[in-house]
Nanobody, 117 residues
């Protein structure tokens, strides 16, 4: 079974950059669509970006033009390059499949991103 571990979060000033990684203990090549999600303080989890095995990407309007999602199936790793960070980007970031049923036990610990003003 695929286990997902997020890393790369941290503290950064507004306008700065971070790159998040999502490492899988199993293979993700069989998963057509993967995505990054985030949960700001006191708010519900929301989808940030998705990518298919064919390289097709989608982004939430709030991050469009600033974030870039990528996928390396050979290394079983998903990435999120985050540029021009804003305080409203502060959240716990998670990776998971972006299509089909997502079960409650499939979510990892996530990685915390804190953007100061």
């Amino acid at each position: 079974q695929v286990q997902l571990v997020e890393s790369g979060g941290g503290w950064v000033q507004a306008g700065g950059s971070l790159r998040l990684s999502c490492a899988a203990s199993g293979s993700i090549f069989s998963i057509n669509a993967m995505g990054w999600y985030r949960q700001p303080p006191e708010k519900q989890r929301e989808r940030v970006a998705t990518i298919t095995t064919g390289g097709t990407t989608t982004y939430a309007n709030s991050v469009k033009g600033r974030f870039t999602i990528s996928r390396d199936n050979a290394e079983n790793t998903l990435y999120l390059q985050m540029n021009s960070l804003k305080p409203e980007d502060t959240a716990v970031y998670y990776c998971n499949k972006a299509a089909g049923i997502i079960t409650a036990d499939s979510w990892g610990k996530g990685t915390l991103v804190t953007v100061s003003s």
